[in-house]
């Protein structure tokens, strides 16, 4: 099958589709990269996605969720466009959708989440049957809905002869651990709290929106880590929850950041602005501690030969080199050392999830989500050409 994943992710930074060929069984899969394309969004965009997120009220979310159809068909198509190809040679698009909140369960009370992006007016657009709201059905089986990528970073990224560690940077984090390909041993997978996000929150309250990221780490290198409030920022909850357990925005996120200028202002007298410059170092440091401490608590050390990093954190430099000596003498490396496209993986991942769909391939791994058992992930929307 030749399949499209979409994917937004929780940085707001844009659409990553990519374009795979994929076919096999459950248990081996054979499958290539046919083309990928990043689509950043506009100004406008990002703040329309905040917005829904900080203000959703039904008009809000009614709108974004058609607008996000709207700009996943445009990637869809580029993603073809660039493969050389035409939407009539697609079979199939799994998308994820853009995620506006994320409930955890607590107790005996069962969580919710909420992906937005309109699968009809994909389908509309493109022609092309799609597969969508992948979270909802382990979330309505009592599990957390997140992390979803380690059914397939074990089907299409275990290594023949070892385990790996393969960790997502992205605006949230999480890891998971790949036994080698064709061991019986069970995946461990979750969140471990705050990626890019809280950083990107503050680069952006620092230069007044002219930058959103954290170009190679530059500022958190040239910043001084502020112990006092990193040591209260680790004692949060979330930090202390054993797996499985997952996390977004509605936690760490812009609000969070926020609430940290206003108190370093009026702590130390400085600007607004002035305080978030001086929380990257700090937030950033958090970030690398929190998924070093995650990793050396719950994975068994001695069972992993490599910590394999992706997404839009593994191109920061200063992250790259503090989880590289927290996890020392653990080998930290970049999904391109080992021939994972780190942008692309993620896309992949869904890509990979809604032909699972199709073929009738549970695609969750219930002891990562807690859910109460494999289930059959996505809703499917029929194209024109009516689905496989």
Sequence with gaps: MRVIGLMSGTSLDGIDAALIDIDGTAQDVQWSLRAFVDVPFSTAQ??????????????????????????????AARVVATAGLRLEDVDLIGSHGQ????????????????QLGCAATIAERTGISVVSDFRSRDVAAYGQGAPLVPWADRLLFAHADHARVLINIGGMANLTWVPPRGEAADVLAFDTGPGNALIDAAIEAATGGERIYDQDGAMARAGIVDEA?????????????????????????????????HRSAQRTGKSEAEAAGGLVATLSELTART???ALLAFVPAHTVAEAVVTGG??????????????????????????????????????????????RGIPGNIPTATGSSGPRVLGSMTPGRNKGH
């Excluded at 995620?99 to 909420?114: E, M, N, S, Y």
């Design 99 to 114: 995620t506006l909140w994320h409930i955890p369960p607590v107790a005996d009370h069962r969580g919710a989440t909420l």
């Design 229 to 261: 409030v990193l040591a209260s920022l680790l004692q949060h909850a979330f930090f202390q929850a054993p797996p499985p357990r997952s996390t977004g925005r509605e936690v760490f996120g812009r609000a969070f950041v926020q609430d940290l200028i």
């Design 291 to 293: 998924i070093a401490d």
């Design 46 to 75: 990002r703040s329309a996605i905040h917005d829904a997120i900080a203000h959703g009220s039904a008009e809000r979310l009614c709108r974004i969720n058609a607008d996000l159809g709207e700009w996943l068909a445009d990637a």
């Design 313 to 358: 954190g593994a191109r920061n430099t200063f992250l790259m080199e503090r989880l590289a000596s927290l996890l020392h003498p653990m080998p930290v490396i970049g999904g391109s050392d080992v021939g994972i496209d780190g942008d692309a993986k993620e896309a992949i991942v869904f890509g990979a999830l809604a032909w699972a769909h199709v």
